[in-house]
Every structure is written in C-alpha cells, then in structure tokens.
C-alpha cells in the first residue's frame, strides 16, 4: 500500500491566486481529513469526510476555502482566492471506520507557499 | 479556544535519560487520547494511544499516563534516543464521530 498520497509536495503561488491540493487516500479507508499545521496553532482540523460525505466543515476558516470528495479514492481542498496567511503546511489523513482508533493515517503533506 | 494544549514548544533531554512530555485537556467529553510523531517533510505518524477508562499504556521504550481528574497526559520515552528526535503531538477524540483534536506540538531534541 502506498499509503495516503498528497499533491503536489509543495507549492507557491501568488496572492490572488486559485490553489488546488490532491488527496488519495488508502484504498478502503472511509474517513478523509484535512488538516492544516502551523506555527501558531499547531494542527488544525479544517473538515473531514465519512464515506465521502462532509461531516464537519467548522474548521473551514473562510469561504475562500472548499473542499470535495467526488469519490472514495480523491479528495481536493481548493482556496480561491490565495492570501499569505494561508501559507502553511496542508496534511491529508485517512483512517477505516469510525472505531479504529490510532487508525489515522497521514500524508507527507503540500508545503503551501502564498507570495 | 485550544481543548488540547501542550505547553512546552521545545524540549532537550541526553541521549539514555528519560524524555516527558505533557498534554492538557479542556474537554471532560474526550475519551480517547494518542501521541503522534512527526519527522521533518514526513506526516505525523501515531505512536501510542490510551482509553479514558485505564490510566497507563505501555509500549516499549514509550509509556503514556493519563490523570483524568487533572485533565492531564504525559508521554515518558525511557531510554530516550537521537533517533526519538521529533515533534510529538498530543491528540484526543470525543465519544461522538471520528475526529482527532490535536495539540500544537512539541519539538523533542535528544542530544548523543
């Protein structure tokens, strides 16, 4: 298993510009999250899916950032328009069911550089 | 509001001594806690989890103590090693859904 696989690794763009990040993730998981990791708040839970289904969308912080998961095996988070506070490092997870616990499994995660 | 607090961004322990890192709750509902770690330009990786009803988990090398009535939990690395050197991140789940709250890390630096 390749494990969850996140695109592209890194990523700058200017200000003002649509940012689009890809998730695959394992085969057979059916919980998807997007976290967000800085260095002031850490990692930070932006929305997850269950069976490709947005269960919780209160980590969004603004309506500049969406997310979607067409099908079990993708999932994007998209910002449009891109501002330099979002510049953070963006980590996709994975885990089976809602009882497997430690079951979380993370991408390597999209370096986002906004200039 | 951050329900899960790890106040200690950094951490310096000799390589053979023990390494403790400490957690913070809000939450009394959370009922399920985890260590994760993580290596540079690599995804946090979970390490060792603990259930609201027991107090200790040990696994190896790594131990993670829960004091519930303090809202608190500890991860002991004994004996710690260079290649222990990462961010570790406290995480706790609610009784309801699947979703994981996470501290904001500490940098754990183990010197030879």
């Known amino acids: 298993d390749a494990g969850v696989i996140q695109s592209p690794r890194h990523e700058v763009t200017e200000m003002g510009q649509e940012v689009t990040l890809r998730c695959k993730p394992i085969s057979g998981h059916n919980s998807l999250f997007w976290y967000r990791q800085t260095m002031m708040r850490g990692l930070e839970l932006l929305i997850y899916?269950?069976?490709?289904?947005?269960?919780?969308d209160s980590g969004m912080p603004e309506d500049r950032f969406s997310a979607k998961m067409p099908n079990a095996s993708f999932s994007t988070l998209k910002i449009q328009p891109s501002e330099p506070r979002d510049s953070a490092v963006y980590f996709c997870?994975?885990?089976?069911?809602?009882?497997?616990?430690?079951?979380?499994?993370f991408g390597s995660g999209t370096r986002l550089t906004v200039v | 509001d951050q329900q899960v607090k790890q106040n200690s961004p950094s951490l310096s322990v000799q390589e053979g001594r023990i390494s403790i890192l400490n957690c913070d709750y809000t939450n009394s509902m959370f009922d399920y806690f985890l260590w994760y770690k993580k290596y540079p330009a690599e995804g946090p990786t979970f390490l060792i989890s603990?259930?609201?009803?027991?107090d200790k988990n040990e696994d190896g090398r790594f131990t993670v103590f829960l004091n519930k009535s303090a809202k608190h939990l500890s991860l002991h690395i004994v004996p710690s090693q260079p290649g222990d050197s990462a961010v570790y991140f406290c995480?706790?789940?609610?009784?309801?859904?699947?979703?994981?709250?996470f501290g904001g890390g500490t940098r754990l630096m183990v010197k030879p």
């Open positions: 899916f269950n069976n490709n289904v947005p269960i919780d």
């Open positions: 995480a706790a789940k609610g009784n309801a859904g699947n979703m994981l709250t």
């Open positions: 603990i259930s609201s009803i027991k």
């Open positions: 997870a994975s885990s089976l069911g809602l009882e497997r616990i430690g079951g979380y499994t």
